[in-house]
C-alpha cells in the first residue's frame, strides 16, 4: 500500500514540474518568465502611490492589477494597504503557489485570475502595475493606453513602452499616466 502512495505522490510531483516547466519555458518564449521584482521596486512603488492620489482616491481606494503577477509580490504588498488588487498570471502553479500565499497572508483584497493578461478588460483599474519584456508591453500597449480612464497610471518596473514617454521615472520604475 505504502508503494501505492509513494508512486502516486512521486507522480504528482513530477506532473506539477512538468506544468511549471511547460508554462515557464512557454513564457520564455512568448511572454516573460517567472522573476520577482526587487524590495526597491516594491518600496518605489508604495512611496509613489501613498503619495499621489489618483483619480482622487488614496492607495487604500485604489483598484489595482498586477499582469504577470508570478507569486504576487507585488500585488500583496499594495494589499497590505487595503488596495484592491487582482493578480493575473498564467502559470497555473504560480497561481496555486499565490492562493497559499493568499491563505497564509489573510490578503482578502487580493483576486487571483488564471488566464492570459491580453484577455482581461483593463477599464476597471485606477492603476496597472507590470514587470514584462518589451515584446509583451508591445501587445497591449494600444490597449492598455486607450482602455483605462484619463488620470490612471501605469507603473512598470525596468521595461518601457515603445510609443508613449514615461510621466515620471524613480529608479528603475517608469510611470505612466494616461493623459
Ligand atoms: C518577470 S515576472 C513578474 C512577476 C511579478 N509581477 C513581480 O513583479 O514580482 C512575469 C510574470 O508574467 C507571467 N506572464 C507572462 N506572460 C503572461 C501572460 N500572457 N499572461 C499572464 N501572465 C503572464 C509569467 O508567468 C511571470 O510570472
New binding site residues.
Given amino acids: 500500500m505504502s508503494v501505492i502512495f509513494y508512486f502516486l505522490g512521486l507522480f504528482a510531483c513530477l506532473f506539477l514540474v512538468f506544468v511549471f516547466g511547460f ?2 519555458i512557454w ?1 520564455i518564449f ?8 526587487d524590495a526597491q521596486i516594491v518600496s518605489d512603488i508604495i512611496k509613489f502611490l501613498q503619495s499621489n492620489k489618483i483619480n482622487n482616491k488614496g492607495l487604500s481606494e485604489l483598484n489595482i492589477a ?6 504576487g ?2 500585488a500583496f504588498a499594495l494589499a497590505k494597504y487595503g488596495a484592491k488588487v487582482k493578480a ?4 497555473p502553479i ?1 497561481t496555486i503557489i499565490m492562493r497559499v500565499i493568499k491563505i497564509l497572508k489573510r490578503a482578502k483584497t487580493v483576486e487571483i485570475l488564471n ?4 484577455k482581461i478588460d483593463y477599464s476597471e483599474f485606477d492603476c496597472i ?4 519584456y518589451p515584446e ?1 508591453l508591445e501587445k497591449i500597449e494600444d490597449r492598455v493606453f486607450s482602455e483605462l480612464h484619463k488620470g490612471s497610471y501605469i507603473l512598470s ?1 525596468t521595461f518601457a513602452f515603445k510609443k508613449h514617454k514615461e510621466y515620471l521615472k524613480i529608479g528603475k520604475l517608469n510611470v505612466y499616466k494616461v493623459e
Fill in positions: 508554462y515557464y513564457t512568448f511572454g516573460v518568465p517567472y522573476l520577482s521584482s498586477e499582469l504577470g503577477a508570478g507569486t509580490t507585488l493575473v498570471e498564467i502559470n504560480l488566464t492570459d493578461l491580453k502595475v507590470i514587470y514584462l509583451l518596473n
